[in-house]
């Protein structure tokens, strides 16, 4: 079956501007997660959805960063007012229940802010 | 401090050399111990896992956990150019993962 898909793959926006960042789950899986990575870095946890709501949103950096995910299946990560230091990889999982170890990630969406 | 920490190398070693990989934690709570792998420019795919202390085996990969020490191991027998990527550990902690820094390793022909 399809795994996590991200869209778009690559994004290059101006400082200020908005950005949505998009993320399809593997079909089924009913907990979703966003993380960020830094280049070198690990992922850091950004926000963790159970279905429809935000279960665990302590990462987000601050409130220029919001997530939703209306129906528990495609999220949608937001970014308002880019800054250069948002500049990253957006990493998404699902995994087929809350709590489970395995994750599985999408590929990403490399954002640069200039 | 962070919660895990995990030597970023480079580490490049030749073919068919052992390759061990190391992190350390300090959150006690960790109950689940996972190695993923990274290729450059995909998202990370989960390799390993291994529940509280112990050894796990697949294939080449071994995994140690000591929860006393509060360190786990991932070692790689006969490497592969193959195996050349970014190796994350990582723990669970609640819902969330808590990643290492990675350490990215090359295996030459």
């Known amino acids: 079956g399809a795994g996590v898909s991200q869209t778009p793959s690559n994004k290059v926006t101006e400082k200020g501007k908005y950005v949505e960042l998009r993320c399809d789950p593997i079909s089924g899986h009913t907990a979703l997660y966003w993380y960020r990575q830094s280049l070198g870095q690990g992922p850091e946890f950004l926000i963790y959805?159970?279905?429809?709501?935000?279960?665990?949103d302590s990462g987000l950096p601050n409130d220029r960063f919001f997530a939703v995910r209306p129906e528990g299946s495609v999220s949608t990560l937001k970014i308002q007012r880019t800054e250069r230091g948002d500049s990253a990889v957006y990493l998404c999982a699902s995994s087929l229940a809350p709590g489970t170890y395995e994750q599985y990630f999408g590929p990403g969406t490399r954002l640069t802010v200039t | 401090q962070k919660e895990v920490e995990q030597d970023p190398g480079p580490l490049s070693v030749p073919e068919g050399a052992i390759v061990s990989l190391n992190c350390t934690y300090s959150n006690s709570a960790f109950q689940y111990f996972m190695w993923y792998r990274q290729y450059s420019r995909k998202g990370p795919e989960l390799l390993m896992y291994t529940y509280s202390s112990g050894n796990k085996e697949d294939g080449r990969f071994t995994a140690q956990v000591d929860k006393s020490s509060k360190y786990i191991s991932l070692f790689i027998r006969d490497s592969q150019p193959s195996d050349s990527a970014t190796y994350l550990c990582a723990m669970q902690g609640a819902q969330k993962l808590v990643f290492g820094q990675g350490t990215r390793l090359t295996i030459n022909p």
């Open positions: 959805f159970q279905g429809t709501g935000a279960a665990d």
